[in-house]
């Protein structure tokens, strides 16, 4: 019986990889390095700290916060253009809500990033039962930690619990905390998403209320 949906965010709520990784080439490039988009592939879902982290390193350029303080305040001027919020996303969140799911955005980016694209959505925290982003965690996926601390918020257990990911490290990170997870193709191939630990895939968000339904009599 499933009672609770943990979201993860980007490349499941909504596509943000072109705009961040817009933000962070802008970023380095202030820096003096000319990074490309594929350098940010291997570290796509490990938060941002990986994310540029992750980058900076490869080219020599030791991390430090005030990148990724400069790469939000870049995201933050042209997240509502460039974010994509994927068809049918929102109203599958107010459906959920009606009919009686706890829900919760379980994401490995920082806390001003997940607000900026829940904005960009239409919505607000408050829509949300619990809220837990890379700010909140000490160890991100594919460690199990957030998704766990996102049922302990919802006074939930993980056999009740299912994820929505679309990266490989979140699927791990799920089946790490003993939960159904439910993969999206926006990221990764079916195939890749299943060796990945994902209990099912489907090629959308909007389409996981159909695995809902078989989960939940």
Do not use: W
């Amino acid at each position: 019986m499933i009672r609770n949906v943990i979201f993860d965010m980007d490349g499941v709520l909504v596509d943000s990889e072109g705009c961040i990784r817009a933000a962070c080439i802008k970023m380095f490039k202030n820096r003096g390095l000319a990074v490309t988009n594929d350098d940010f592939i291997p570290f796509t879902g490990m938060g941002e700290n990986k994310f540029i982290g992750g980058v900076a390193e490869k080219y020599g350029l030791e991390f430090s916060i005030d990148m990724k303080a400069e790469a939000y305040a870049l995201y933050g001027e042209i997240a509502g253009e460039n974010v994509v919020v994927y068809e049918g996303v929102r109203d599958l969140i107010m459906a959920l809500k009606r009919r009686g799911y706890k829900l919760a955005v379980a994401s490995a980016a920082d806390h001003v990033k997940v607000i900026v694209n829940l904005r960009c959505m239409g919505l607000s925290a408050a829509e949300f039962d619990a809220i837990v982003t890379g700010n909140d965690v000490t160890n991100h996926k594919p460690d199990p930690e957030a998704f766990l601390l996102a049922c302990e918020k919802l006074n939930g257990n993980p056999d009740e619990s299912v994820v929505i990911e679309d990266a490989l490290a979140g699927c791990r990170a799920a089946k790490a905390a003993n939960m159904t997870c439910i993969g999206v193709t926006s990221t990764f191939a079916q195939s890749m998403l299943r060796n990945a630990g994902a209990d099912y895939v489907v090629e959308k968000t909007a389409d996981i209320a159909d695995v809902l339904d078989t989960l939940t009599p």
